[in-house]
């Protein structure tokens, strides 16, 4: 007589339970049957654990998963429009205001061309905060540029993107300011005789502080920037109450906003312009901020403009009014021949305590600079990570703290790598690849007008805004192959772009190998165990549990 067997499938295999009669029995198969249903398993549990497969139905999960580990965690809605404006201004206002006037000035020539560079930047970084408004209220996801990218061009154009974005453009901006900070805290502390190792070390670890902070929590770091960026209105207020000192005193150069003197010795080459709009944007390079963490606005339909707009209002204003200041107080040689415009402010107006405040108001809006561009570009990192273009293992969100631990640590050690680099030279050689996916970017909106006229827009930019932008963004990219002093700079910057389509190639490949084995190794499991069961039972019924499990593995 035929004995009976009941099979249960569990992690560790099959367990057996006989009804009746010896357990030694065909004791040979049954050893042969759970060494190859274990495999079989131990395949699943892989598949499905270290991979996050994501069935069909959302209902029918794997029974080799718990209930926590299914649902994801999401970021909270807790920044507000008061947050919003002041994480914009906090992420643009910092060293930008006190390194980039004498890069401007000098292509430039004039006091009066660079002060209209300077007003014409700040309504280009307000028009492009409002039209990025309306990509972020259509696809509200937080990452930036990377989402709108992704969703429209595919997954090549993203990566590449995110690529440049992550490993250069982001990174190296941000080092700069950490370099110029400690440059201000070691002339400070020690002296200007202090060697450039000392200035890095403090740099370095300035950007681990602030990483710490961030993965504390988004709240921690948007009350920092609001109270950073009140701090930063009474830097910008001394700055502009040194210039009127000197004013008041008959010692100003009045004769910078003379007509037609402000504007003699004005450039005549286009190519010296479009570098005096880099190093002017330069300063105005987190305009996006708001961007990178739409998931976490309170009704980004609202928060999202608004807080922009607010935002690069008050920056805009600023930068017009301190460079107003520093024509006030120094002849155009002047701002060209000095490093530290800052101190010399300070210094010229008030003597050595005037030097110092306005050391600390600098170091002070270094900080909010990075903290809050910390907080922004980790969003991006993590939202990149997620859809698989970068790697699965820096994404996630901490359920401690609420943050992308994983993200932010990335981002920390890449920009630690840079110090290693002269930061003289990352403004001009990042600054083409940054406005050449802008422009890109701004094509999605001209493109999804054209394509999707239909999609909902809570906030929308009139139509000739978009292409305004468009021309001029692509203007920026070509007018720096035009002067032979940045033209190989800006060569060696687009060399990013085929070198992270050589990346893509090589992460295609291996995916498509690891694809192959995996599915080979699927097809050789599934035969095995459909001979086993065929051998054992000599019968195609299956126990309920290790058909849940075969289809599963069918899914994938």
Excluded at 61 to 66: D, E, W
Excluded at 139 to 161: C, K, L, N
Excluded at 211 to 228: L, Q
Excluded at 463 to 491: A, K, Q
Aim: glycine share 8%; net charge positive; hydrophobic share 45%.
């Amino acid at each position: 007589m035929r004995r009976s067997r009941d099979f249960h499938f569990t992690k560790r295999g099959i367990r057996e339970s006989r009804k009746s009669g010896s357990r030694t029995a065909d004791m040979g198969l049954k050893q042969w049957y759970q060494r190859r249903v274990r495999g079989f398993v131990a395949q699943i549990e892989s598949c499905f654990v270290c991979c996050k497969m994501e069935f069909e139905s959302d209902s029918e999960k794997s029974p080799l998963l718990s209930k926590q580990e299914c649902e994801p965690v999401k970021l909270k809605r807790t920044v507000g429009v008061l947050s919003a404006s002041a994480v914009v201004f906090g992420t643009c206002v910092g060293a930008g205001i006190f390194i980039s006037p004498r890069g401007v000035y000098e292509k430039a020539g004039s006091p009066g061309a660079g002060l209209l560079i300077w007003g014409l930047t700040g309504v280009i970084a307000t028009l492009c905060t409002l039209a990025y408004a309306e990509l972020g209220t259509m696809m509200p996801q937080s990452g930036g540029e990377f989402v709108y990218i992704h969703r429209v061009y595919g997954d090549f154009v993203a990566f590449t993107f995110s690529f440049c974005n992550t490993l250069l453009i982001k990174p190296a901006s941000l080092v700069v300011v950490a370099v110029v900070f400690g440059d201000y805290f070691c002339n400070m502390v020690w002296g200007p005789a202090t060697n450039d190792i000392m200035v890095k070390l403090v740099a370095a670890a300035l950007i681990v502080t602030l990483g710490i902070v961030n993965i504390v929590g988004v709240n921690v770091i948007a009350k920092v920037c609001t109270v950073v960026s009140v701090l930063k209105l009474g830097v910008v207020g001394f700055l502009i109450a040194c210039g009127s000192a000197i004013v008041i005193r008959g010692q100003g150069e009045i004769s910078n906003f003379q007509l037609p003197f402000s504007f003699e010795g004005s450039s005549t080459n286009p190519a010296d312009y479009g570098l005096a709009f880099y190093y002017c944007l330069f300063t105005f390079q987190s305009w996006n901020s708001l961007n990178y963490m739409t998931e976490e606005l309170k009704t980004p339909e609202k928060t999202l403009p608004i807080g922009g707009f607010v935002g690069l209002l008050g920056v805009s204003l600023s930068y017009f009014l301190c460079n107003v200041a520093y024509l006030m107080m120094f002849t155009l040689p002047q701002i060209v021949d000095t490093n530290t415009i800052a101190m010399d402010s300070g210094f010229v107006a008030f003597g050595k305590p005037g030097e110092i405040i306005m050391t600390l108001g600098l170091m002070v809006s270094c900080l909010g600079c990075i903290g809050g561009a910390i907080c922004c570009i980790s969003r991006n990192i993590q939202s990149t990570a997620e859809t698989g273009i970068f790697p699965s293992f820096i994404s996630g969100i901490n359920k401690t703290f609420q943050t992308p631990i994983k993200a932010i640590i990335t981002l920390v050690i890449t920009m630690c790598s840079y110090l290693l680099v002269d930061a003289n030279v990352l403004i001009p050689f990042m600054s083409t690849v940054e406005w050449l996916f802008y422009c890109l970017t701004f094509s999605i909106i001209l493109y999804l007008r054209y394509k999707e006229p239909g999609w909902k827009r809570p906030f929308k930019v009139p139509l000739f805004i978009t292409i305004m932008l468009f021309i001029i963004t692509g203007t920026f990219v070509v007018l720096p192959l035009f002067s032979e002093e940045s033209r190989m700079t800006t060569l060696l910057g687009l060399c990013w772009l085929p070198l992270a389509a050589l990346v893509y190639g090589i992460r295609h490949l291996i995916t498509r190998y690891c694809y192959k084995k995996l599915k080979g190794s699927k097809t050789s499991s599934q035969t095995s165990i459909d001979s086993g069961y065929s051998e054992v039972e000599g019968t195609d019924d299956r126990d309920p549990d290790c058909k849940s499990i075969s289809d599963d593995l069918d899914r994938i």
